[in-house]
């Protein structure tokens, strides 16, 4: 009975929520999403996530992309090591902002913290690239940085802005 609420919950999240397409700037960007994201929790732009009050940014790629840089304040959950454990402290309605790359990542992550409990998840549409290609800064341990590790040169065409790391 409890899985079937949290199913439903998931469903009401995602019908309740506006959908972020199209809030990608590069429309080969905004087409790749299309087709990669299930779209199965609700999503949220750049521009709005930057303006949620009190959210927790949660970083759902490897610890070697994270060293290069992150959303200011964004703890590391990973994403082949993720553990749901290491987030019990938060209150389930804290409003949670999960990224990665581009958003394949995060959306599973977030997947997840939706089927266990939590009611205020979202997806950041295009994730850390399109932070940046947006303009928003990121940082690493000294502060202020360009660089972004762009997974891989195959992934790395859809970050327009900054220094690519592989």
């Given at each position: 009975?409890?899985?079937?609420?949290?199913?439903?919950?998931?469903?009401?999240?995602?019908?309740?929520?506006?959908?972020?397409?199209?809030?990608?700037?590069?429309?080969?960007f905004k087409t790749m999403l299309g087709g990669l994201l299930s779209h199965s929790v609700p999503e949220i732009d750049v521009q709005a996530a930057a303006e949620i009050r009190n959210a927790i940014f949660l970083d759902a790629r490897e610890r070697?992309?994270?060293?290069v840089s992150r959303i200011d304040g964004a703890l590391h959950?990973?994403?082949n090591h993720f553990d749901l454990n290491?987030?019990?402290?938060?209150?389930?309605?804290?409003p949670v902002v999960v990224y990665c790359s581009v958003g394949y990542r995060?959306?599973?992550?977030?997947?997840k913290l939706v089927l266990n409990g939590f009611?205020?998840?979202?997806?950041?549409?295009g994730g850390i690239f399109e932070w940046v290609n947006q303009?928003?800064?990121?940082?690493?341990?000294s502060g202020v940085t360009d660089r972004v590790h762009a997974f891989d040169k195959t992934w790395g065409v859809w970050l327009s802005k900054g220094t690519r790391v592989y």
């Open positions: 009975m409890f899985r079937v609420l949290q199913i439903l919950l998931a469903v009401f999240l995602l019908a309740s929520s506006p959908c972020c397409f199209g809030q990608v700037r590069n429309k080969a070697v992309e994270y060293n959950i990973g994403y290491a987030l019990e402290h938060l209150p389930r309605n804290t995060s959306e599973k992550i977030a997947e009611s205020s998840v979202y997806n950041l549409y303009g928003r800064t990121v940082v690493c341990e």
